[in-house]
């Protein structure tokens, strides 16, 4: 297995946890499903055989179903724009516009390399409204493109509320389940866009997962608060000190990462 970096800059990117969390992977399973998808940072270091990557964020996954037909024609489209506070305005307020699924992904992609630190977020009426960000990595090379599109070719994608992906996983599937960070205050919210889960939420996704873990799924749960209360007989553990994303930097402070698992590490399938 060759690792490779997602391709997209994503709120709550799971890259600087891969290390904690490839090591509390089920070594051999069935399917992968990935209901929270956003940068699928596990999926794409795993490279499952069979996956399903969805997320609740449509243009998301039109960005994936498109990288995954054709890396090179997407890769010269946004390559094609410039850059800058000009050319970041215009290309925001044509993908509030476009209908085109290419030229969306195109203008998704573009403004994700762009915007501030990755986040997508949008107004009450549903359109994204990030402002141009600083210090912007450089584009994917197309190499890196290619390489993503072929890991995609193994996985289903669905732009879907995670409850339905979830309620498909049954005995041997392997289950990453990543939500919304919880919450400190009301200023934090809406990094994810319209129908993103909210904390008041946790209830149905915890029953959607004891249901999972009944049928014999294997899932790994990672949060920013403890869960054990909920999910009984599982593994809990504290696995790293991370940032909360914020504009501003007295804001960026350090939450907990916990994961929770229902299977033994010692006895994997
Ligand atoms: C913490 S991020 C996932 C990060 C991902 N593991 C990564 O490495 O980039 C949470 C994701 O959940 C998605 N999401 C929020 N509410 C959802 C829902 N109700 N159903 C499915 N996905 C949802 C957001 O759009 C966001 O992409």
Not at 107 to 126: E, H, M
Not at 159 to 175: H, L, M, Q, R
Not at 237 to 254: F, K, M, T, W
């Amino acid at each position: 297995m060759q690792a490779i970096k997602p391709i997209l800059r994503w709120a709550g990117s799971k890259q600087r946890l891969l290390p904690s969390l490839s090591a509390r992977c089920p070594r051999v399973f069935n399917k992968y499903y990935e209901p929270f998808a956003g940068s699928a940072v596990l999926f794409f270091h795993l490279d499952p055989r069979r996956a399903m990557l969805a997320d609740v964020n449509p243009d998301l996954i039109n960005f994936y179903r498109v990288l995954k037909r054709d890396p090179d024609s997407l890769h010269e489209l946004v390559s094609n724009i410039s850059v800058g506070e000009r050319a970041y305005l215009r290309i925001r307020k044509r993908f509030a516009e476009e209908s085109d699924p290419k030229l969306r992904a195109g203008y998704f992609w573009y403004l994700n390399r762009n915007c501030f630190n990755g986040l997508y977020r949008t107004n009450r009426d549903g359109y994204f409204n990030v402002p141009l960000g600083k210090k912007l990595p450089p584009m994917p090379s197309i190499d890196h493109a290619r390489a993503c599109a072929k890991r995609l070719r193994k996985a289903s994608l669905r732009a879907s509320d995670y409850e339905k992906v979830i309620g498909e996983a049954t005995d041997g599937d392997f289950i990453y389940v990543d939500p919304p960070y919880r919450r400190a205050s009301s200023r934090d919210r809406g990094e994810y866009g319209p129908g993103a889960m909210e904390d008041a939420d946790l209830h149905r996704l915890m029953s959607a997962l004891q249901k999972a873990s009944d049928r014999g799924a294997l899932i790994l749960f990672s949060y920013n608060a403890d869960v054990s209360a909920h999910l009984p007989g599982w593994r809990h553990e504290i696995v790293n000190g991370r940032y909360l994303i914020s504009a501003d930097p007295q804001r960026r402070r350090p939450i907990s990462e916990y994961t929770s698992y229902n299977y033994s590490l010692e006895a994997r399938l």
